[in-house]
Nanobody, 121 residues
């Protein structure tokens, strides 16, 4: 059974950094897009970034502060977040999609349970 498990969330001051991890197990995601989404209270889940597991192509909602990467040997994906802002606060989810619409949550079949990121001003 496929499973995605996020970790690395927490409370950080504005301007700080966090690195989120997503450990994948139960199946191979070789041809999948592995993405990060976030959801703030009262808002819809929104696309943050995605990486093609094979090849490593990356796509971002906003370039510059976040970097997505993966470690094939560890079957783990990461999201390095720098210069964090209070508006980055939310639950961050990792997800896997076998389709091409990597920017929309509907395209993702597998989801982790989420990890809370809180950025204080």
């Amino acid at each position: 059974q496929a499973q995605l498990v996020e970790s690395g969330g927490g409370l950080v001051q504005a301007g700080g950094s966090l690195r989120l991890s997503c450990a994948a197990s139960g199946r191979t995601f070789t041809n999948y897009y592995m993405g990060w989404f976030r959801q703030a209270p009262g808002k819809e889940r929104e696309f943050v970034a995605t990486i093609r597991w094979s090849g490593g192509s990356t796509y971002y909602a906003e370039k510059g502060r976040f970097t997505i990467s993966r470690d094939n040997a560890k079957n783990t994906m990461y999201l390095q977040m720098n210069s964090l802002k209070p508006e980055d606060t939310g639950v961050y989810y990792c997800a896997a999609s076998s389709g091409d619409a990597y920017y929309t949550a509907r395209a993702y079949e597998y989801w982790g349970q989420g990890t809370q990121v809180t950025v204080s001003s």
